[in-house]
T-cell receptor, first 115, second 114 residues
Framework: AQKITQTQPGMFVQEKEAVTLDCTYD???????LFWYKQPSSGEMIFLIYQGSYDEQNATEGRYSLNFQKARKSANLVISASQLGDSAMYFCAMRERGGSYIPTFGRGTSLIVHP | NAGVMQNPRHLVRRRGQEARLRCSPMKGHSHVYWYRQLPEEGLKFMVYLQKENIIDESGMPKERFSAEFPKEGPSILRIQQVVRGDSAAYFC????????????FGEGSRLTVL
């Protein structure tokens, strides 16, 4: 079974609009961490945002926020005021005790921002 | 505080040669993870190491691939007798603890097998 599911292979958004990238996860652990990474065409993995399972507030980092719905096991990334430089692949990932804390990644979502 | 350093950034090998990829984790990090990314795909876990120990190699092909993380020096992912299917980006990541916290990535090593 997939631990991390990203159902949107590709997304398009107009510059300056907000966009939500979906991520659902599967774990029976109470303690786990959720991450989003950005991979531009240059190839590096850029850390964007982190949410711990016990964090009561949704994580925010500048224009990035994580919409954490624990009961639904979803951890969607919201990018506000999209910029052309946001065009990239976005990966959701999780670390959990049941997985020996080895980070597991989704298949990614390709985001294209149109001018 | 330097980040995770990987080298070489790009490596070209002919079929049958050996490839060695190096990863120096962030200072103070003793947990290293190697991932492989094939074109147009996500990251696949290969191996998890701590200093001088392989903790989990469940994602590593049984033949031709090996990894180490010696007491001194970088972690090394070694691919013997490379084949075209080994062409991929290989990423190393490190973390200070074995827990649910943040993982820091290197810029990756891109292997091309001719």
């Amino acid at each position: 079974a997939q631990k991390i599911t990203q159902t949107q292979p590709g997304m398009f958004v107009q510059e300056k609009e907000a966009v939500t990238l979906d991520c659902t996860y599967d774990t029976s652990d109470q303690s786990y961490g959720l991450f989003w990474y950005k991979q531009p065409s240059s190839g590096e993995m850029i850390f964007l945002i982190y949410q711990g399972s016990y964090d009561e507030q949704n994580a925010t980092e500048g224009r990035y926020s994580l919409n954490f719905q624990k009961a639904r096991k979803s951890a969607n990334l919201v990018i506000s005021a999209s910029q052309l430089g946001d065009s990239a692949m976005y990966f959701c990932a999780m670390r959990e005790r049941g997985g020996s804390y080895i980070p597991t990644f989704g298949r990614g979502t390709s985001l294209i921002v149109h001018p | 505080n330097a980040g995770v350093m990987q080298n070489p950034r790009h490596l070209v090998r002919r079929r049958g040669q050996e490839a060695r990829l190096r990863c120096s984790p962030m200072k103070g990090h003793s947990h290293v993870y190697w991932y492989r990314q094939l074109p147009e795909e996500g990251l696949k876990f290969m191996v998890y190491l701590q200093k001088e120990n392989i903790i989990d190699e469940s994602g590593m092909p049984k033949e031709r691939f090996s990894a180490e993380f010696p007491k001194e020096g970088p972690s090394i992912l070694r691919i013997q007798q490379v084949v075209r299917g080994d062409s991929a980006a290989y990423f190393c990541a490190s973390s200070p603890y074995q827990d649910t916290g943040e993982l820091f990535f290197g810029e990756g090593s891109r292997l091309t097998v001719l």
